[in-house]
């Protein structure tokens, strides 16, 4: 069994969720942390308020307030449809998120998970893309961007996100890359 066997073997099940705050800041210790069984309705847009306070800087703090609610209510019926497997369903849910709220990195990571099940990996790939662009340290894009690109067979590009998953202390890449003699 090949390292991209192993890998792949090992990864688990995906299921959509909202975002433990330590795989956006570095701190996971495995990618399993990522795909837990939603625990909290709540949505954890804290994690999130620098970047976006910059881009509505000026803006009344009511004016945020609408639009995270409205896109709230699209990303949980998302979920929903998504626990009935309806992911075309759950995918217009969380683009409507999306379209209310465009830095809701849950809803795009989701949606991710979403095109990945109906088998539209080049769609999710663009989904952990802007995943990245948003929130830099967002270690579970980076996971979930090598295993799309592993399963198309882009293993350089899978190996790339390994790597930065590795630095920002996803210690299941951490030991993998280390076994195979990888720098990261």
Do not use: C
């Not at 999130?48 to 995270?68: A, H, I, N, V």
Request: aromatic share 14%; charged share 30%; proline share 4%.
């Amino acid at each position: 069994m090949g390292f991209f066997d192993r890998f792949k073997k090992n990864r688990g099940t995906d299921q959509p969720v909202n975002i433990p705050r330590d795989l956006v800041t570095g701190d996971a210790g495995s990618i399993e942390a990522g795909r837990a069984e939603e625990r909290d309705p709540s949505i954890p847009l804290a994690v999130f308020e620098d970047s976006r306070e910059k881009k509505d800087q000026g803006r009344p703090t009511s004016y945020m307030q609408p639009r995270r609610e409205e896109a709230e209510s699209y990303f949980r019926r998302g979920n929903a449809y998504f626990k009935l497997q309806n992911y075309e369903r759950s995918i217009q849910d969380y683009s409507r998120a999306i379209d209310v709220f465009p830095e809701y990195i849950e809803a795009y990571y989701n949606r991710a998970i979403a095109y990945k099940f109906i088998d539209n990996y080049l769609k999710a790939i663009e989904d952990y893309s802007q995943i990245v662009e948003i929130a830099p340290n967002f270690v579970a894009a980076y996971a979930g961007r090598a295993t799309l690109y592993t399963a198309l067979s882009d293993h350089v590009s899978a190996l790339e996100d390994m790597k930065m998953a590795a630095r920002l202390g996803l210690k299941e890449y951490q030991d993998l890359l280390k076994a195979k003699g990888i720098e990261w």
